[in-house]
Structures are given as structure tokens and as C-alpha cells.
């Protein structure tokens, strides 16, 4: 039986937060989002749980809880899948394909049906509310010189990304603080 430092060492790992940035060419362009990522013993067998910590508007993102909508995540999910599938794949096509039809949030999926603009600019307007990186990520990256290392951070402890290595929309780093 595990010693209960070496048990709360182990579900520490399994509970930690992504910074995950919006995709380019989207209204949640600009946009970071903490993400809570928990994963059940039976990883990668069973999906992990993930939320939203910080609000985003979106019919298929709850906005009172952050849980979201997503049937790769919820039903279909595989053991070939991983972490970087959710965070540089299913979660950027959902950004950018939201599926009224389906809602978690039944405000923004009628006005994404009824005026597709209005909606779009409510999401912009999300992100310079609560998306901001410099709320979430606790600093102004445009003030962060990055300064290149032997190694591989990116001079604030992050590892770095080389051009290419992030997908429409990506994660920076993982952390286990929970200081949102």
C-alpha cells in the first residue's frame, strides 16, 4: 500500500491545469483559458474529466461550470488518444465549429443560429473579459522578453514552443497551483 505522501504525489498528477490559447483566426483569437484536466485511474482507458476555469462563451462550453460538450471526450473516446489530441485538436475544432444543435448553453447557441455576427462579437468581448492572458497566465507576455536557453524554457519556467510546434490553437504549460 502506497505511503499517503506517495497517494496525494500520485493524485496531484492526475489533477493539474493547461493554459490553452484560442485559435488564430477565430473570435477567441487572443483568448487564454486555464483548463482543469483530471484523469481517472483508469487513464488512458477512460477519457479525463475537463473544464473551463475561466468563463467562455460558447454553446457547447457551460458557462456556470466550464464542463464541456464534446462526444469524443464524453462517449467516443479511445485509449489512442492522449492529452495532445484534446488540446491541439478536439478543443481548437470546437472553438471554431461549435455545434448549436447539441448546447450546453442554449443562450449562445440561438444567437449563434440567429445572427452568427452578434455572437461573434459577444465572444470577443468573453475573451477581453476573462480570456486576457495577462489575467490568466498572472502576466503581459508582450512584456515577458523571451530569452532562449539551453534548457528549452522559455525564461519563465514554461517550455518554450519552436515556430510550427503549436496547432490552431495550443497549451502552453501545465501547472498543478490552483491560485484561479
Avoid at 39 to 59: E, M
Avoid at 71 to 93: A, K, R
Wanted: proline share 8%; with cysteine.
Amino acid at each position: 500500500m502506497a505511503s499517503p505522501s506517495k497517494r496525494r504525489e500520485m493524485d496531484v498528477m492526475k489533477l493539474f491545469h493547461v493554459d490553452f490559447y484560442g485559435p488564430k483566426d477565430s473570435p477567441y483569437e487572443g483568448g487564454v483559458w486555464k483548463i482543469h484536466v483530471e484523469l481517472p485511474d483508469a487513464y488512458p482507458y477512460k477519457s479525463p474529466s475537463i473544464g473551463f476555469v475561466n468563463r467562455c462563451y460558447h454553446p457547447n462550453i457551460d458557462e456556470a461550470s466550464g464542463s464541456v460538450c464534446l462526444d469524443v471526450i464524453n462517449q467516443t473516446w479511445s485509449p489512442m488518444f492522449d492529452l495532445v489530441n484534446i488540446f491541439e485538436v478536439f478543443l481548437p475544432q470546437l472553438l471554431l465549429y461549435p455545434n448549436p444543435t447539441d448546447p450546453l448553453n442554449s443562450e449562445a447557441a440561438a444567437l449563434l443560429m440567429r445572427e452568427p455576427q452578434v455572437y461573434a462579437n459577444k465572444v470577443k468581448d468573453y475573451v477581453q473579459r476573462y480570456a486576457r492572458p495577462e489575467q490568466v497566465l498572472g502576466h503581459n507576455p508582450a512584456s515577458v522578453t523571451n530569452k532562449s536557453s539551453e534548457d528549452g524554457e522559455d525564461g519563465d519556467g514554461d517550455q518554450k514552443m519552436e515556430d510550427g510546434d503549436e496547432s490552431e490553437g495550443g497549451f502552453l504549460s501545465s501547472s498543478d497551483d490552483d491560485d484561479s
